[in-house]
């Protein structure tokens, strides 16, 4: 089974400041999805972002980008220009590239942000 | 944009209980799935459905637990006889047949006491 790993429970960032969250994950597949999900108190589980494993590119939405290194087996957000309401807990999460697949997640890394 | 919506928002049962999680996946979804979060653990996966029966499921879908699509549009999750340990949030999720990207509901807070 695919390890997914967030060697960092907490994170803290000033408004406006750059802060990056790392994930690694283990896997024998060459084809796979990765994601991270933010989870604000209300527990709510929001898509931010998504990376397809064959795409050499890196994703970006707005202020969040990935560095996605596939042979490291990383895959760090990084979020630009900090803001209150990015206060939450971020999961990274592999599935496989076949239908069906259940989402792995990591443990979650809290992300605190400072006035 | 078209959501996941789930209810109750929150459930309160005896130990002992069947309860029955209701969800509403987004309307041309194919594949469904329900994941559970102990409070301050990480998401679980419990059971993916397709084409009307489960596709996978974990070692934590024990007998205690079934799937079922009534209809058109609900997506069940049943627990026959709860447990304590069985306290926890419980997401429903979505996806269509193109996007690979998993569309989560609010989720049920089930307390079991």
């Known amino acids: 089974a695919q390890t997914v790993t967030q060697s960092q429970p907490e994170m803290s960032v000033q408004e406006a400041e750059t802060v990056t969250l790392s994930c690694t994950y283990d896997?024998?597949?060459?084809?796979?999805?990765l994601f991270w999900y933010k989870q604000p108190p209300s527990r709510q589980m929001i898509l931010v972002i998504r990376q397809e494993a064959y795409k050499q590119q890196n994703a970006t939405e707005n202020r969040f980008s990935v560095n996605f290194q596939k042979a490291a087996k990383s895959f760090s957000l990084k979020i630009s220009d900090s803001q209150l309401g990015d206060a939450a807990m971020y999961f990274c999460?592999?599935?496989?590239?076949?239908?069906?697949?259940?989402?792995?997640f990591g443990k979650g890394t809290s992300l605190l942000v400072t006035p | 944009e078209p959501e996941v919506t789930q209810t109750p928002s929150h459930q309160v049962t005896q130990m002992g209980q069947e309860v029955i999680l209701r969800c509403v996946p987004i309307s041309n979804h194919l594949y469904f799935y329900w994941y559970r979060q102990i409070l301050g653990q990480k998401v679980e996966f419990l059971v993916s459905f397709y084409n009307n029966e489960i596709s996978e499921k974990s070692e934590i879908f024990d007998d205690q637990f079934s799937v079922e699509r009534p209809d058109g549009s609900n997506f069940t999750l049943k627990i026959r006889s709860t447990k304590l340990e069985d306290s926890a949030m419980y997401f429903c999720?979505?996806?269509?047949?193109?996007?690979?990207?998993?569309?989560f509901g609010p989720g049920t807070r089930l307390t079991v006491l």
């Open positions: 999460a592999y599935r496989s590239a076949g239908s069906g697949y259940a989402l792995n």
């Open positions: 896997t024998s597949e060459s084809d796979y999805y």
């Open positions: 999720a979505s996806r269509g047949q193109g996007p690979d990207t998993q569309y």
